[in-house]
């Protein structure tokens, strides 16, 4: 089972900011929060991530609650080039084993309206 | 530069049948994994390669389904005497490192069509 849950579907209008939720209650302390996105009939593309604090880049921002139980992506503003398939995953960085069989949920299917 | 490549980017075959999916890395990317994404579930974990360490094969759901990786770079996954439920997006992924926070770097994937 995923051990993220996240809405199903979301949807947006261009050029606002989308809040994608995710939720990961029983994260442990040596879980990484990772975001992937998957555009049509494309592979899952690296978005962000992060342990503790929030992170930005090019792409997006994330923000991670003070207990690590759940955290945001942020698409300061949205084109309609960000329409895809978000996941939230978990990456145990104290475990290789674990780390490489990422277990990916359904993630949230995000439309932005032009 | 070139991201990592798979072919076919479609196949349909007959049940029973035997078929091979080919990936290239990214040139210089030590490790490689395979995913499986059936039609409403998430992506499944097969098999990772690292370098010239023994694979690990545990998310490989059957022996029908074996892969090999030559010279640490192409890997091919093939799945003998083919059945419907093996019919979904192979996905493989490679990394540069092997830091356990390296992003993946996806294909886009062979969608495999068992009739």
């Known amino acids: 089972d995923a051990k993220t849950t996240q809405p199903n579907s979301m949807e947006s209008n261009e050029e606002e900011p989308v809040h994608l939720p995710c939720n990961h209650s029983t994260i442990s302390g040596t879980d990484y929060i990772h975001w992937y996105r998957q555009l049509p009939s494309q592979g899952p593309e690296y978005v962000i991530h992060g342990l503790t604090s929030n992170v930005n880049n090019r792409m997006a921002s994330l923000a991670i609650a003070e207990d690590r139980k759940s955290s945001t992506l942020i698409l300061h503003r949205a084109t309609l080039r960000d329409a895809a398939v978000y996941y939230c995953i978990l990456r145990d960085a104290g475990n290789a084993g674990n780390n490489r069989k990422l277990i990916w949920g359904l993630g949230t299917s995000l439309a932005v309206n032009p | 530069g070139a991201g990592v490549s798979q072919s076919p980017s479609n196949k349909v075959t007959e049940k029973g049948k035997d078929v091979e999916l080919r990936c290239d890395p990214i040139?210089?990317?030590?490790?490689l994994y395979w995913y499986r994404q059936s039609l409403g579930q998430g992506l499944e974990f097969l098999i990772y390669f690292q370098g010239n360490s023994a694979p690990d094969k545990s998310g490989l759901p059957s022996d029908r389904f074996s892969a090999e990786r030559t010279g640490g770079s192409v890997s091919t996954l093939t799945i003998q005497r083919t059945q419907q439920e093996d019919s979904a997006v192979y996905l493989c992924a490679s990394t540069e490192q092997t830091g356990l926070n390296s992003p993946l770097h996806f294909g886009n994937g062979t969608r495999l069509t068992v009739t």
């Open positions: 040139s210089g990317h030590t490790a």
